[in-house]
């Protein structure tokens, strides 16, 4: 039998049923490829945060009543692909504890599992926003009911019953807009403009982590408008950030305008865009436009926001290759030359 070396190895000799997630850049379902290539170091990870593979994990095995989950944060090298040594130390201690065979967790094993889990330098720990969209993606895939929470949220959106929206929880939005349909995300569309800010907040905190209907996307977009306009910049970066996960036109036309205006394009929506809609900086002039952006502004930490959009696959040889040929005088060399020892490490 072949020894036990990653952690696909181990789910995949324990038996378990197992569904992964990307719990870095946003919440999405993570291919199982994904895991495999980067733990077989063929690929770098494709969705990286921190300089981490952050993943939450839903399994189930053995005699386990419920389904159990971990978060686990894998450190990545400056090229995005794994860097083994904590995941193999982990992997030991788990086997140790399991057995060499990994065979299903009994009820004694499953505590000496969960005191493990919390003397682990890998598991972190997702904000509450995270976790919510977490559960409601999750229990759909499983086929199993939303919280108790959809219903009221249901209830508010539709108009069917006159409800405190500072009653409405948030893992019930998060239930409402993975379960919802194009009929609810025209009724969230309908009554964004009169939306009340905390509700809005919190609902952008669950929108970015998916793709949405047009429409709903373009409403989301003049409710952003709306906030610019009045000042209100905390509500038009829930909304850069609400519609950042869908791709098409209306985001990248809307990033673009922001990033053209320079009276825009403060620190706030820069990371806004960058934390949630990079997809749309794979684009040969909206990039540069935004690194020149980024180079501007003197309130932005300009090496951190490259270090990580330069660990994304798909951006890395792009903004490498702009930083390259900045030309001499411009504010990025400028900027490059405040930092010169950390850009050349990043490119090597």
């Not at 990653?6 to 919440?27: E, Q």
Request: aromatic share 6%.
């Amino acid at each position: 039998m072949q020894p036990i070396t990653t952690l696909n190895d181990f789910f995949d000799r324990s038996g378990a049923d197992v569904l992964l997630f990307h719990m870095g850049r946003r919440v999405t379902t993570c291919p199982r490829d994904a895991l495999i290539a980067l733990e077989n170091l063929e690929a770098p990870w494709p969705e990286p945060w921190q300089a981490q593979a952050r993943l939450g994990i839903v399994f189930q095995m053995g005699d386990m009543p419920e389904p159990a989950i971990w978060f686990l944060a894998l450190p990545l090298d400056e090229q995005g692909y794994l860097s083994p040594g904590q995941r193999d130390a982990f992997l030991q201690r788990l086997l140790e504890t399991l057995g060499r065979n990994a065979q299903g967790l009994d009820g004694g094993k499953h505590d000496e599992i969960e005191h493990l889990m919390q003397d682990n330098p890998l598991v972190f720990t997702p904000s509450t926003h995270f976790l919510a969209m977490l559960n409601a993606q999750a229990t759909q895939q499983l086929s199993r009911p939303a919280s108790q929470h959809l219903e009221l949220v249901e209830a508010y959106f539709s108009k069917q019953m006159t409800v405190d929206w500072q009653a409405l929880g948030l893992q019930g939005l998060a239930d409402f807009t993975v379960r919802m349909d194009a009929s609810q995300a025209q009724q969230l569309a309908d009554v964004l403009p009169d939306m009340p800010v905390e509700l809005l907040h919190a609902l952008a905190y669950c929108l970015e982590h998916l793709s949405l209907d047009e429409g709903l996307v373009r409403a989301l977009i003049a409710r952003g408008e709306l906030a610019a306009q009045a000042a209100d910049i905390e509500s038009l970066c829930a909304c850069i950030r609400a519609v950042g996960g869908t791709p098409g036109e209306p985001t990248s036309q809307w990033y673009t305008g922001l990033l053209e205006d320079t009276a825009a394009s403060g620190p706030d929506i820069l990371a806004a865009i960058a934390g949630r809609g990079w997809r749309h900086l794979e684009d040969g002039q909206r990039l540069p436009l935004f690194l020149d952006r980024l180079a501007e502004d003197p309130r932005t930490d300009f090496g951190a926001v490259i270090r990580d959009l330069a660990l994304i696959p798909r951006l890395r040889l792009p903004v490498i290759m702009f930083l390259k040929e900045a030309p001499g005088g411009s504010a990025v060399q400028q900027r490059l030359a405040a930092l010169a020892p950390h850009t050349a490490s990043a490119q090597d």
